[in-house]
């Protein structure tokens, strides 16, 4: 069995669970959704006969001019019951 726990620090956890724990460090340039979009579009579109480049940027710019204007869209004209970060 494998878990997964997104913590902000290790202050009151166990000397036994802290020794078990493997840390992985992202940095604020490496959260977010748009990481996910660069990954994705490179890897479903490896080739320029897939996809152009110059379709690659376009697709990418497309994203960044729209997602954050539609979650702060959403986030505004709705209620979330459970919090929901921007991924």
Same mark, same amino acid.
Do not use: H
């Given at each position: 069995?494998?878990?997964?726990?997104?913590?902000?620090?290790?202050?009151?956890?166990?000397?036994?669970?802290?020794?078990?724990?493997?840390?992985?460090?992202?940095?604020?340039d490496? /959260?977010?959704? $748009?990481?996910?979009?660069?990954?994705?579009?490179?890897?479903k579109?490896?080739?320029?006969? !897939?996809? +152009? *480049?110059? /379709?690659?940027? $376009?697709?990418?710019?497309?994203?960044?001019?729209?997602?954050?204007?539609?979650?702060?869209? !959403?986030? +505004? *004209?709705?209620?979330?019951?459970?919090?929901?970060?921007?991924?």
């Amino acid at each position: 069995m494998r878990m997964l726990f997104e913590v902000m620090d290790l202050a009151v956890a166990s000397p036994a669970t802290v020794s078990r724990c493997g840390m992985v460090y992202l940095t604020p340039d490496n /959260l977010g959704w $748009y990481p996910y979009v660069e990954t994705w579009v490179e890897e479903k579109f490896p080739d320029e006969d !897939i996809l +152009s *480049n110059d /379709l690659k940027t $376009y697709l990418k710019e497309t994203f960044q001019a729209t997602i954050n204007i539609g979650i702060d869209k !959403i986030r +505004s *004209n709705f209620n979330e019951l459970i919090k929901t970060d921007d991924l």
